[in-house]
């Protein structure tokens, strides 16, 4: 299978836009689905009481933080190795919305420990990684902006994002490595799930609502950064040479 | 060598050998990155008096005991080898109670009493709901975390 096929960012353009559509339906059903089952229909744990309820965003929240993580260093990688514009376009567009679950999971889990734990905050192995996590994706963030040409922003912020992508294998099995005071995976593939199916299946429903939120918006990202570009070498192609306007850095193999 | 079969190479390279440098420092920094120690390390290390650090484990059945001025707690902390005597003063998470893992902070004083300056309740990783643990319990397959009744402070 030729993959530069689909890499094609005009054909990208055409596919993504069919698809759009029902991704954004999909996330808007799954979402009001597994609100309302997670909030309202869901039963009460039976130590925390309706404190679980905040794990309904939490957890997805963790799980997508890590994931669009792991999205951004693959698509680093095959910029990186490749050369291709697409893949570090969807390495750009991806940070902020990693950035963003990975703020409500830390704040949400905040919410969760006062009540369960009795402290916001502990400095323990899965907290603190997950707090470098942050820090890794507006690292990431600000290095693109700190280049001119956009092709080195794209190289500097991809080798970033691939040192970074060490912190994510320590964030899943700091639980399991250290003993810390978060808890950890109820859901494992080895032994089965320690959760209630009833407390699972809108956990579930959440976590593909938040996938789909995520590819939502990242098509609408991707094709807002292809557009950028065309605008900018449309720019760069009107200033005639010789008029002194030229600030245009020609392509450099 | 075509220049993304190398560029290929560099990275795979550079994924490895920092994958060991991680792996190394996480090794050797092992000893401060666990959250707590077992009552068992206590004995193991000889934790000196007045040394502060995490005490973690179950709260022992049948071992809380509330002191006279009506805010200090006594109980046992154990790792189901080693057990370890705390004092604590203060507000309870509400989810402490025997049986329910904890995480004290603290330092130990002459006679080897853990003196707590704060208590922290451990959550595990089951979530069930009430009626499903209540049959369980009735049906005697209860094997869960905090046997005993939830703190109500």
Same mark, same amino acid.
């Given at each position: 299978?030729?993959?530069?096929?689909?890499?094609?960012?005009?054909?990208?353009?055409?596919?993504?836009?069919?698809?759009?559509? $029902?991704?954004?339906?999909?996330?808007?059903?799954?979402l009001?689905?597994?609100?309302?089952?997670?909030?309202?229909? !869901?039963? !009460?744990?039976?130590?925390?009481?309706?404190?679980?309820?905040?794990?309904?965003?939490?957890?997805?929240?963790?799980?997508? @933080?890590?994931?669009?993580?792991?999205?951004?260093?693959? !698509?680093?990688?095959?910029?990186?190795? $490749?050369r291709?514009?697409?893949?570090?376009?969807?390495?750009?567009?991806?940070?902020?919305?990693?950035?963003?679950?990975? !703020?409500?999971?830390?704040?949400?889990?905040?919410?969760?420990?006062?009540?369960?734990?009795?402290?916001?905050?502990? $400095?323990?192995?899965?907290?603190?990684s997950?707090?470098?996590?942050?820090?890794?994706?507006?690292?990431?963030?600000?290095?693109?902006?700190?280049?001119?040409?956009?092709?080195?922003? @794209?190289? @500097?912020?991809?080798?970033?994002?691939?040192?970074?992508?060490?912190?994510?294998?320590?964030?899943?099995?700091?639980?399991?490595?250290?003993?810390?005071?978060?808890?950890?995976?109820?859901?494992?593939?080895?032994?089965? #799930?320690?959760?209630?199916?009833s407390?699972?299946?809108?956990?579930?429903?959440?976590?593909?609502?938040?996938?789909?939120?995520?590819?939502?918006?990242?098509?609408?990202?991707v094709?807002?950064?292809i557009?950028?570009?065309?605008?900018?070498?449309?720019r760069?192609?009107?200033?005639? #040479?010789g008029?002194?306007?030229?600030?245009?850095?020609?392509?450099?193999? | 060598?075509k /220049?993304?079969?190398r560029?290929?190479?560099?990275?795979?390279a550079?994924?490895?050998?920092?994958?060991?440098?991680?792996?190394?420092?996480?090794?050797?920094?092992?000893?401060n990155?666990?959250f707590?120690n077992?009552?068992?390390?206590?004995?193991?290390?000889?934790?000196?008096?007045?040394?502060?650090?995490?005490?973690?484990?179950?709260?022992?059945?049948?071992? &809380?005991?509330?002191?006279? +001025?009506?805010?200090?707690?006594?109980?046992?902390?154990?790792?189901?080898?080693?057990?370890? *005597?705390?004092?604590?003063?203060g507000?309870l /998470?509400?989810?402490?109670?025997?049986? *329910?893992?904890v995480?004290? +902070?603290?330092?130990? +004083?002459?006679?080897?009493?853990? &003196?707590?300056? *704060?208590?922290?309740?451990?959550?595990?990783?089951?979530?069930?709901?009430?009626?499903?643990?209540?049959s369980?319990?009735?049906?005697?397959?209860?094997?869960?975390?905090?046997?005993?009744?939830?703190?109500a402070?």
């Amino acid at each position: 299978m030729n993959l530069h096929k689909f890499a094609n960012p005009a054909r990208f353009v055409r596919y993504s836009t069919a698809v759009f559509p $029902w991704l954004a339906g999909a996330t808007a059903a799954l979402l009001g689905v597994g609100l309302i089952w997670g909030l309202l229909i !869901a039963p !009460a744990d039976y130590q925390q009481g309706e404190t679980v309820r905040i794990m309904y965003v939490h957890v997805p929240s963790a799980w997508m @933080a890590m994931f669009i993580y792991g999205v951004m260093a693959v !698509a680093s990688a095959v910029g990186l190795i $490749w050369r291709h514009p697409l893949a570090d376009l969807t390495a750009k567009a991806s940070a902020p919305i990693g950035a963003g679950f990975t !703020a409500v999971a830390l704040v949400t889990g905040s919410l969760w420990g006062q009540p369960t734990w009795g402290t916001w905050w502990v $400095w323990d192995a899965r907290l603190t990684s997950f707090l470098i996590l942050l820090f890794l994706y507006l690292g990431y963030m600000a290095l693109w902006q700190a280049f001119e040409d956009p092709r080195r922003g @794209a190289r @500097a912020a991809a080798i970033l994002a691939l040192v970074g992508f060490i912190n994510v294998p320590i964030i899943k099995f700091s639980v399991d490595w250290w003993n810390t005071l978060h808890q950890t995976a109820s859901i494992s593939s080895f032994q089965g #799930p320690t959760i209630h199916i009833s407390i699972l299946i809108p956990l579930l429903i959440m976590g593909l609502g938040f996938t789909t939120y995520y590819f939502t918006v990242l098509i609408m990202r991707v094709q807002r950064e292809i557009l950028s570009r065309k605008i900018r070498s449309l720019r760069l192609f009107q200033v005639q #040479p010789g008029d002194g306007r030229v600030e245009a850095t020609p392509q450099r193999g | 060598m075509k /220049p993304k079969r190398r560029r290929l190479y560099y990275v795979l390279a550079g994924m490895a050998t920092l994958g060991v440098a991680a792996a190394l420092v996480l090794t050797a920094f092992q000893d401060n990155l666990v959250f707590f120690n077992s009552p068992t390390d206590v004995y193991e290390r000889n934790i000196q008096p007045d040394t502060r650090f995490r005490l973690g484990g179950l709260v022992v059945e049948d071992s &809380i005991r509330r002191q006279s +001025d009506g805010l200090t707690t006594v109980f046992e902390v154990t790792d189901l080898i080693r057990t370890v *005597q705390v004092s604590y003063t203060g507000i309870l /998470p509400s989810l402490f109670r025997e049986g *329910q893992g904890v995480v004290t +902070d603290g330092s130990l +004083d002459a006679r080897g009493v853990f &003196i707590a300056s *704060q208590v922290l309740a451990k959550h595990d990783e089951t979530y069930l709901p009430r009626e499903v643990v209540e049959s369980l319990k009735k049906s005697g397959k209860w094997q869960g975390q905090g046997s005993g009744e939830a703190n109500a402070q």
